[in-house]
């Protein structure tokens, strides 16, 4: 069953603690995209990567590390710098990089405790 | 402030009515895309729009694209009780990085 897979739906974070989401694509899709959606509003680009071992800051990176060393994974990692982490998380594969429809997975509600 | 900008933020019909929404953008684009998201779900892909179409249907979803007024309409006909969902424009930028930028949705309610 082909898709994109995030894990976990549901985080909880600490104050100065890192947590990472997972992405994973069996898509075999080339870009790969963050967003944050905050309540009510629209979506906000973290990073994106269009390829293997390369990525690019959104508009709201500050606060957020990625990594792309294997064409299906894409981890996110909320640091502690971000001081509202607080959000909908969603990520997103296309299957090239001229951004026509975008795949998403099901989400990750990142709260803080 | 945001490339797309949707219009109404809300909106409540009853099911069988036909639902329009609007999207008006600043920039040149490539293409307008419109995503239906479910409550506490990711987005879904509906219709894509190249900036050379001026309409596109799919099913009882219909598009259209003024780039002389840099706006877009969906049209859902006939609506259906799952329809209620929000529904996001996202544009592709004719210019600068790769990336599409979306509006801050359209609340849509079905009501039975």
């Known amino acids: 069953d082909g898709g994109i897979t995030q894990s976990p739906k549901y985080l909880f974070r600490k104050e100065g603690q890192n947590v990472t989401l997972s992405c994973e694509q069996n898509?075999?899709?080339?870009?790969m995209y963050w967003y944050r959606q905050d309540p009510g509003q629209g979506l906000r680009l973290i990073y994106y990567s269009q390829i293997v071992n390369d990525f690019q800051k959104g508009d709201i990176a500050e606060g957020y590390s990625v990594s792309r060393e294997k064409k299906e994974s894409f981890p996110l990692t909320v640091t502690s710098a971000q001081k509202n982490p607080t959000a909908f998380y969603l990520c997103?594969?296309?299957?090239?990089?001229?951004?026509?429809?975008?795949?998403f997975g099901s989400g990750t509600q990142l709260s803080v405790l | 402030s945001q490339q797309g900008e949707e219009d109404p933020q809300a909106l409540s019909i009853q099911e069988g009515e036909n639902a329009t929404m609007n999207c008006s953008y600043k920039?040149?684009?490539?293409?307008l895309q419109w995503y239906r998201q479910n409550s506490g779900r990711g987005l879904v892909h509906l219709i894509l729009?190249?900036?050379?179409?001026r309409e596109k249907h799919s099913g009882r979803l219909r598009v259209t694209l003024d780039t002389s007024k840099k706006s877009s309409s969906l049209l859902i006909t006939a609506s259906r009780a799952a329809d209620t969902a929000s529904y996001f424009c996202a544009t592709d930028l004719r210019q600068g990085a790769q990336k599409l930028v979306f509006g801050q949705g359209t609340r849509l309610t079905i009501n039975p």
């Open positions: 898509l075999n899709h080339d870009a």
């Open positions: 997103a594969s296309s299957s090239d990089r001229a951004n026509e429809k975008l795949f």
């Open positions: 920039t040149s684009i490539n293409n």
């Open positions: 729009i190249r900036s050379n179409e």
